[in-house]
């Protein structure tokens, strides 16, 4: 069945850096978008970070622009999120999720891993 597995999260000081990673399995990862999602505490989930079946294009939240890059191999059904300058409102659970290509909304295979827990402190 398909699986996501995130890791990588952890807890930093403001202005530091993290990468997260996702390993996607029961799927062919190559023919899909991808994205990274995180839910911060009181917060819906929101959309962070996404990029297409290549990983030649990719979007960014206002917020996280200039900071955050997304990234993926298709060789090792991988997506990664390099996360530079953290700040506390960066704190949250991250996952990541198989997208439709050019939204944030879930694919229809509508599958979630277990996230990793940023924690960003002053």
């Known amino acids: 069945q398909v699986q996501l597995v995130e890791s990588g999260g952890g807890s930093v000081q403001a202005g530091g850096s993290l990468r997260l990673s996702c390993a996607a399995s029961g799927y062919t990862y190559r023919d899909y978008c991808m994205g990274w999602f995180r839910q911060s505490p009181g917060k819906e989930r929101e959309g962070v970070a996404r990029v297409t079946t290549g990983g030649t294009s990719a979007l960014y939240v206002d917020s996280v622009k200039g900071r955050f890059t997304i990234s993926r191999d298709n060789a090792k059904n991988t997506l990664a999120l390099q996360m530079n300058s953290l700040k506390p409102e960066d704190t949250g659970m991250y996952y990541c999720?198989?997208?439709?290509?050019?939204?944030?909304?879930?694919?229809?295979?509508?599958?979630w891993g277990q996230g990793t827990q940023v924690t960003v402190s002053l």
């Open positions: 999720a198989i997208t439709y290509c050019g939204s944030w909304q879930l694919n229809a295979i509508n599958v």
